[in-house]
């Protein structure tokens, strides 16, 4: 874990931090980066140099080349799991002290696994840009769970409904590529939820899956659910179905709804993102959060979790979804699809 200072990781007040990727959800990062304090953005790269000099910085289309002449003191990888590892490893080799890298890390655990001992042997932190515990809604949550409102906690359940999924042209406005993953349901999107259970609840001690497709036009599944058993006997459940929607104006907001359940009372979180509280027996509930126009994606969640490294950064504060504990992670998430492939629950995960 992170318990430096910015002298101690030899780099100034400000930070000076470079991006690699410009795609679609890279807009995001990068609308970020901008909004935060304490950083100066000096350089973007892809393998379009179009995309990059759309970004407005100082475009590149060789990685190397931006790590010579930028010089970051972070590098934030916003590119698909395959540019992941050598990324890394050309990283470190050039002094980068600090890593942003999207979900999913790496293509496997075992290379994953292959980055973290490799940035740990060099001193180099990396987190993973894993930002849904970074929603407003879930921060909320956790501070009810924290303070007992709901007594002994017992079921949590968590419905995706993104509506984005039917027909042949499926995904195809906005991330095509889904359409040809083999894996999509849990590798690209429950995996959220993997991460915001561990965030909420802890660790869990089993899983069990049911994995589905319904629409032809894709590879991968898109339909299923998961549960995690806790020693406590809480039970988590993850219900996903992309080709249903729920009521909310923008279904990317939250992507779904929340339900929290204990012997006090129940949580509940809404497509706009609200959180309410009601007590056991009664009717009414209390707002915790209203909902907003939060700029950026889900809740700004891009911009609290790159302020988090910021803060860690440059105050020392702890770091979440640092690469060794985010391996757990990945290790679920392989014993979700060998649950589903069994027909079992799944009592040990693969040692992260």
């Given at each position: 874990m992170n318990?430096?200072?910015?002298?101690?990781?030899?780099?100034?007040?400000?930070?000076?931090?470079?991006?690699?990727?410009?795609?679609?959800?890279?807009?995001?990062?990068?609308?970020?980066?901008?909004?935060?304090?304490?950083?100066?953005?000096?350089?973007?790269?892809?393998?379009?140099?179009?995309?990059?000099?759309?970004?407005?910085?100082?475009?590149?289309?060789?990685?190397?080349?931006?790590?010579?002449?930028?010089?970051?003191?972070?590098?934030?990888?916003?590119?698909?799991?395959?540019?992941h590892f050598s990324a890394i490893e050309l990283a470190i080799r050039k002094g980068v002290k600090t890593i942003i890298c999207q979900k999913p890390f790496c293509t496997s655990l075992e290379e994953a696994r292959k980055a973290t001992k490799l940035a740990e042997e060099a001193g180099v932190i990396i987190v993973i840009h894993e930002n849904f515990r970074f929603q407003p809604w879930y921060r909320t949550i956790r501070q009810a769970l924290e303070r007992q409102l709901l007594g002994d906690l017992l079921q949590v359940t968590f419905r995706l409904r993104t509506g984005d999924g039917q027909g042949p042209k499926a995904y195809l406005d906005r991330q095509p590529y889904f359409q040809e993953m083999p894996r999509l349901l849990i590798h690209e999107t429950g995996v959220h939820w993997i991460d915001t259970f561990r965030y909420l609840i802890g660790e869990p001690e089993a899983v069990y899956a049911d994995l589905r497709r319904l629409n032809p036009a894709i590879k991968g599944e898109d339909a299923g659910y998961f549960i995690f058993d806790y020693s406590n006997g809480v039970r988590a459940l993850f219900d996903g179905n992309r080709l249903l929607d729920h009521a909310a104006e923008n279904c990317r907001t939250t992507l779904g709804e929340a339900l929290l359940e204990g012997t006090r009372g129940t949580l509940t979180l809404k497509?706009?993102?609200?959180?309410?509280?009601?007590?056991?027996?009664?009717?009414?509930?209390?707002?915790?959060?209203?909902?907003?126009d939060w700029p950026g994606f889900g809740g700004d969640?891009?911009?609290?979790?790159?302020?988090?490294?910021?803060?860690g950064l440059l105050d020392g504060k702890p770091l979440e979804n640092e690469a060794r504990s985010y391996l757990k992670v990945i290790a679920i998430e392989q014993a979700i699809y060998e649950s589903d492939r069994k027909g079992q629950k799944i009592r040990e995960f693969d040692c992260a």
């Open positions: 318990d430096g200072s910015a002298k101690d990781l030899g780099v100034s007040d400000t930070l000076r931090v470079a991006c690699l990727g410009a795609g679609y959800f890279a807009q995001f990062h990068y609308d970020a980066w901008r909004r935060v304090e304490r950083v100066r953005l000096v350089g973007s790269c892809d393998q379009d140099p179009s995309k990059a000099k759309a970004t407005g910085l100082t475009a590149f289309s060789d990685l190397e080349c931006m790590l010579k002449m930028a010089k970051p003191d972070l590098l934030d990888i916003i590119t698909p799991p395959p540019t497509g706009d993102g609200s959180v309410r509280l009601r007590h056991f027996g009664d009717k009414d509930e209390t707002l915790l959060l209203a909902a907003q969640c891009v911009k609290n979790l790159i302020s988090h490294v910021v803060d």
